[in-house]
Nanobody, 115 residues
């Protein structure tokens, strides 16, 4: 079982930046990692994904503003969020999908962008 602990959320003004971290309890070199978010009254949506093979993908709404990265040595994945907008306000969840295994969710971290 993989435990995930997110950190780095908070309150920021429009145009500001935040960096989220997700620390895993086990090695992530063979794990696809992703960030999702869920705003009040909305479904959880994929924000960014980092695959085992090194590729990344982003939701159209965050392309050019958010960057996902991973440090396999530290078993940590990051989400650098720049030029934040009020519509980025949500609870952000880390998700780990080990190869040939079930996925795991973190507890979430709140990001609030004030206008």
């Amino acid at each position: 079982q993989v435990q995930l602990v997110e950190s780095g959320g908070g309150l920021v003004q429009t145009g500001g930046s935040l960096r989220l971290s997700c620390a895993a309890s086990s090695r992530i070199f063979n794990t696809n990692m992703a960030w999702y978010r869920q705003a009040p009254g909305k479904q959880r949506e994929l924000v960014a994904r980092s695959s085992v093979g090194g590729s990344t993908e982003y939701a159209d709404s965050v392309k050019g503003r958010f960057t996902i990265s991973r440090d396999n040595a530290e078993n940590t994945v990051y989400l650098q969020m720049n030029t934040l907008k009020p519509e980025d306000t949500a609870v952000y969840y880390c998700y780990a999908q080990p190869l040939f295994s079930t996925g795991y969710w973190g507890q979430g971290t709140q990001v609030t962008v004030s206008s």
